[in-house]
């Protein structure tokens, strides 16, 4: 399966972007898809994620309910809400599609090329 992340951009706080991880190869309905953010000089970290039922978990330090995960199976895209954003959200984001372990970087076998989230005044 090939991911194509997109959707990032420069938002100033408190602001709004949706995030689009298009897949190819591969139905999205069958995969475990997540989404994950790296800030310059951090790790990998794990956000969010939708498995093949169409249940979603959450890191919910990270999400804190402003970030919501969902899934088009007819476009064959999952995406990530982003709401409430703040400075410490900058990151590039990326989405990937792996096993069971949904939280676990090893688990992931297909990596979007990751979109750049800015967010400030």
């Known amino acids: 399966v090939q991911l194509q992340a997109s959707g990032g951009g420069l938002v100033q706080p408190g602001g709004s972007l949706r995030l689009s991880c298009a897949a190819s190869g591969r139905t999205v309905s069958d995969l475990n898809v997540a989404w994950f953010r790296q800030a310059p000089g951090k790790e990998r970290d794990f956000l969010a994620a939708?498995?093949?039922?169409?249940?979603?978990?959450y890191d919910s330090d990270s999400v804190k309910g402003r970030f919501t995960i969902s899934r088009d199976n007819a476009r064959n895209t999952v995406y990530l809400q982003l709401n409430s954003l703040t400075p410490e959200d900058t990151a590039v984001y990326y989405c990937a599609a792996g096993g069971p372990l949904i939280r676990h970087l090893d688990n992931y076998f297909s990596w979007g090329q990751g979109t750049q989230v800015t967010v400030s005044s």
């Open positions: 939708i498995v093949w039922t169409g249940r979603s978990t």
